[in-house]
């Protein structure tokens, strides 16, 4: 009977899904266990190859802890609100939630192929209605709270309602707006509705202010860093520009100290947890104020420096572009020049400028501030490396400490003041804190690093010009997004101010609209709804021709970032049905915390910084019983692909670009060969007629290259036609090879490799043992599909091991297995234990390899021994050890079969080969029983055949016995 693995894994696939064989109670006896892999957002690429690595892990680890007696949860959903969905959607009309759906069911026929043991009836998306009611029940409760700094936990804003009308706002310690003003008791409770509300803003978690944003005009929202490229859209490579909108943002800044703090409760990767901790990047110093002169202004500038002792270095001031006081401040005489570069600089990312340590440019307001202890003019400058989102946006800048300051000062021959003794004006020198000492200040004068911080806080303290701080990098999170396919934010607007709409009316549903592009006016795209307003009396949404601002008023128009819906989804699968709730006590009370994450270390500063936030809110709210949702995670490393490059030269004629596609070889033996006139080279006769060239490698898609890296000229040129006129010089024999390179598997270099051709041909089974084959799970390898054949002849092999009866039948026997065979089963038991507890994925299988081939040489068919294999093997290939379970007579899924246990006895060894030696020199080897005393080993070696062949009669002058070890006979 051959191994049919088509009919094998379509037969228990089936089975899974109707018998639901991994559906998962909340309510169970055994200890629980949940296993989350980070959700897909489903493109309409579906998958490749390397998508399914971390599902694949985390399917085994799942499987096997079920097999350990564990009650796993292991659930799967669609992170399917976002850009690309709206793109297509502007593109085609077609409305984004088809598109969604068509890609959901693609990518859930992918994953279904595969065999993995989800809990499918535990689905989420984000883009239905009923999950994203409870992104908006969050943002609800964020809107609803305050963060006090005394308790160190998120508050119910009625409480701080409660202290504004008692006492007013001189005794709240909170995170707040840098500019909310002082009132009393009684100031309070004088203001009007909207003037409360305008001062509640400045504290809640979540609110309204006006912030600088990377605005993408092409696509018409806003985008996070993280969605630009060299200061380009990552989508479509539109311009990007910084731009000044109002914005929904979130306090993530109050967590800010607890986000750093807690990451050594968490067993993340290293290099994960530095990316946070320095994205975070908390650093202590002082905050300074400058007055800006002439004195009466009332401007001031506030900066924030880790280094107050160097205060008598500052010889210049350097603002943000886009600091706010950049208006007010500059001269007429300056005005047109600043405003230039002002405009010059938008069009640059932050993240660009940050990583442009070269360039040096700026421009001079024509204004002054004062030395706060000098009270000397200092010129107030603007320049890009300067960022308004990091500090102040606005830096003292000390030339004589700080390498970026230092350049800028020569570049415009500002004055370079020298404040240090013995230290040269560059970085290195300048962090070398404890050797650096204040020379010429009044009251710095000597004075060691430590004790000049100090002292410097203290005096500008007493100026009222200053204070000791704690600063963070991390900057509130923008949470407005000018797109239509996210989430409708619940709230609508009177007299301009955001009101929350009662939680037992959500969902607010997205409406229907005809065009997903901004208005006309320049309102985000839910401009375009026609059905988009509150009627507060019907507690419903109705026409915008209702609109009167009386008992019908405007929503919101933004939606929520992408982001929003996946910052909680892991405590929504423990109860994704509820529909009272966002889930049960007694479902978070039982399944906790995620006990296993596996994912993408991409996410590092997005997803896994936004998650951790949300989480300590929910947990300050007493929503949920832990301060973090995941004990462990695990980075999988990328699986590459293999690209074709069709080598393209590029000639000069008459001034015009000229092409022509060479050989791969072709052009190497040309440029390696030093007759570069050889006729024999079909190159030749071009370059006489061209001359000089430039090389450009083109992607070819890897189908239309064989495994001789031949490209398939015909079919390239059809799938790509304006090469249709491009001469390919090729081989004598007609072959065109192409190069190739190691890259990340994308559909943009059209090296997919798609796990549907792989399961047609090969089988699930035999792509999740070669994924796994491949290498370390956290480490990046290289997809080669010639590869997965030893794998799947692998499979053939296991097959037969258990059909060794007449034909290929079915033919396993009964009895005592031998100790051979228990020998070999226990050390594999032992083996893929260890493997997949430490996650070592890929030993395991090698370990699968040598069992097998030394269980067939013991012509092993010994039930007890391959019952125990099959269940081993099922985390890997579950298809192969289902079928295999149920021919040895088992009616249930092997998921229920308990892993065997390893017993140690069965690899005490009962006997030592050893080696013996004459007079040092090994000549033979001889097994010996293990409890065998020093004479009676001597007496055995000594009466053995070999041993008198080598001494051909003579007596040895004696002979050393090593128990366990070695003999050595010496004479």
Not at 202 to 217: D, S
Not at 256 to 271: E, G, I, K, N, V
Not at 415 to 430: L, T
Not at 480 to 507: C, D, K, T
Request: proline share 5%.
């Amino acid at each position: 009977m051959n191994y049919d693995f088509k009919k094998i894994e379509e037969k228990w696939q089936g089975y899974w899904a109707k018998n639901q064989t991994f559906k998962v109670e909340n309510n169970s006896d055994k200890e629980k266990f949940y296993v989350l892999d980070m959700f897909p957002y489903p493109s309409g690429a579906g998958l490749h190859v390397g998508h399914p690595l971390g599902y694949i892990a985390s399917d085994i680890y799942t499987r096997y802890k079920r097999h350990k007696g564990f009650n796993v949860l292991h659930p799967m959903g669609y992170d399917s609100f976002g850009l690309p969905a709206e793109q297509y959607a502007i593109q085609t009309g077609q409305h984004p939630a088809i598109t969604t759906e068509t890609n959901i069911n693609r990518y859930r026929e992918q994953l279904d192929k595969i065999g993995f043991s989800f809990d499918w009836s535990r689905e989420v998306r984000t883009s239905d209605p009923n999950y994203y009611k409870w992104t908006q029940w969050i943002f609800i409760q964020l809107f609803n709270s305050w963060y006090n700094k005394d308790s160190d936990k998120a508050m119910d804003i009625a409480d701080l309602i409660s202290v504004f009308e008692k006492q007013g706002n001189s005794t709240v310690n909170a995170v707040c707006d840098d500019d909310v003003e002082s009132f009393t008791a009684s100031q309070w409770n004088a203001f009007t509705d909207t003037e409360k509300q305008q001062v509640l803003l400045q504290y809640r978690l979540t609110y309204l202010a006006e912030t600088e944003v990377n605005w993408c005009p092409g696509l018409g929202t806003v985008l996070a860093n993280d969605e630009m490229v060299n200061g380009v859209s990552e989508r479509g490579g539109h311009p990007v520009i910084r731009k000044k909108m109002t914005q929904w943002s979130m306090r993530i800044s109050a967590y800010a100290q607890r986000l750093l703090d807690d990451l050594s409760m968490l067993d993340w990767p290293q290099p994960l947890k530095d990316s946070q901790t320095n994205w975070i990047g908390r650093s202590e110093g002082a905050s300074v104020t400058f007055k800006v002169l002439p004195e009466g202004s009332g401007e001031n500038i506030s900066v924030f420096t880790t280094r107050p002792d160097t205060i008598f270095g500052v010889s210049f001031m350097t603002l943000a572009p886009e600091h706010e006081l950049v208006a007010k401040i500059t001269t007429l005489e300056q005005k047109e020049e600043v405003m230039k570069y002002v405009a010059a600089t938008a069009k640059r990312s932050e993240r660009d400028r940050m990583a442009d340590v070269k360039t040096i440019t700026g421009a001079f307001t024509g204004a002054y501030a004062e030395h706060p202890f000098t009270k000397k003019p200092i010129p107030i400058w603007i320049g890009d490396y300067v960022l308004a989102g990091y500090g102040t946006g606005a830096v003292m800048s000390v030339p004589c400490g700080d390498q970026r300051d230092h350049d800028f000062a020569r570049h415009f021959n500002i004055p370079v003041p020298n404040i240090f003794e013995g230290v040269d004006v560059d970085e290195e020198a300048f962090a070398d804190k404890e050797n650096t000492v204040i020379a010429n200040s009044d009251f710095l004068n000597g004075m060691p690093y430590k004790k000049a911080v100090k002292r410097a806080i203290l005096e500008l303290e007493q100026l009222g010009q200053g204070q000791g701080k704690i600063n963070y990098r991390l900057r509130d999170a923008v949470f407005s997004r000018q797109r239509y396919w996210g989430e409708p934010f619940p709230v609508y607007y009177v007299n301009g101010m955001p009101q929350m709409i009662a939680v037992e009316h959500l969902p607010i549903v997205l409406p229907e609209v005809e065009k997903y592009l901004p208005t006309e006016t320049g309102e985000p795209p839910l401009g375009n709804a026609t059905h988009w307003a509150w009627d507060v009396e019907k507690s419903a949404v109705v026409s915008n021709k209702s609109i009167d601002n009386k008992t019908v008023f405007p929503l919101e128009l933004n939606t929520m970032p992408g982001w929003a819906g996946s910052s909680y989804y892991f405590n929504r699968y423990m109860d994704p049905n509820n529909s009272d709730e966002v889930f049960s006590r007694e479902a978070i009370n039982y399944w906790q915390d995620v006990d296993l994450y596996i994912g993408g270390s991409e996410h590092a500063t997005g997803h896994l910084l936004y998650s951790r936030f949300w989480q300590k809110f929910l947990f300050d709210k007493g929503i949920v019983p832990k301060p973090e949702f995941a004990k462990k995670l695990i980075n999988q490393g990328m699986i590459t692909g293999t690209s074709a490059l069709a080598k393209r030269l590029q000639f000069e004629v008459n001034a015009q670009p000229f092409f022509v596609f060479v050989d791969a070889e072709v052009l190497d033996d040309y440029l390696n060969s030093s007759d570069k006139t050889n006729g024999e080279n079909p190159l030749v006769s071009q370059l006489e007629e061209y001359g000089e060239f430039v090389v450009q490698d083109i992607h070819a898609d890897v189908t239309m290259v064989d495994t001789s890296d031949n490209l398939d000229v015909e079919a390239f040129v059809k799938w790509q036609p304006e090469y249709a006129d491009v001469n390919f010089i090729t081989k004598a024999d007609g072959s065109f090879k192409v190069a190739r390179e190691v890259e990340k598997m994308s559909k943009s270099k059209f090296n997919v490799v798609s796990p549907d051709s792989i399961c047609e041909e090969y089988g699930a089974d035999s792509l999740r043992l070669y994924e796994m084959f491949l290498g370390p799970l956290e480490q990046s390898k290289p997809w080669n599909t010639a590869g997965i054949s030893g794998v799947h002849s692998f499979l053939k092999k296991l097959w037969r091991l258990y059909h060794s009866g007449t034909e290929g039948s079915f033919a396993v026997t009964d009895g005592t297995p031998s100790a051979d065979n228990l020998k070999t089963l226990h050390k594999t038991i032992k083996k893929v234990e260890e493997d997949i507890e430490n996650f070592s994925f890929n030993t395991s299988v090698a370990t699968f390899m040598i069992c097998v081939n030394e269980l067939a040489t013991q012509k092993c068919n010994n039930r007890e021994v391959l019952a125990s294999l099959a269940v081993l093997i099922a985390p890997y290939a579950p298809h192969i050890a289902e079928e295999l379970w149920n021919k040895l007579g088992h009616s249930d899924s092997i998921a229920t079969a308990p892993f065997p246990k390893f017993e140690s006895k069965h690899l005490v060894e009962s006997s030592k080969e050893y080696p013996i030696s004459f007079n040092g020199k090994m000549r033979f080897k001889l097994e010996l029983p293990v409890d065998l005393s020093k004479e009676e080993i001597e007496k055995a070696v000594m009466a053995d055949a070999k041993t008198q062949d080598q001494l051909q009669g003579r007596t040895p002058k004696k002979v050393i016995v090593v128990p366990g070890k070695i003999v050595n006979i010496v004479g």
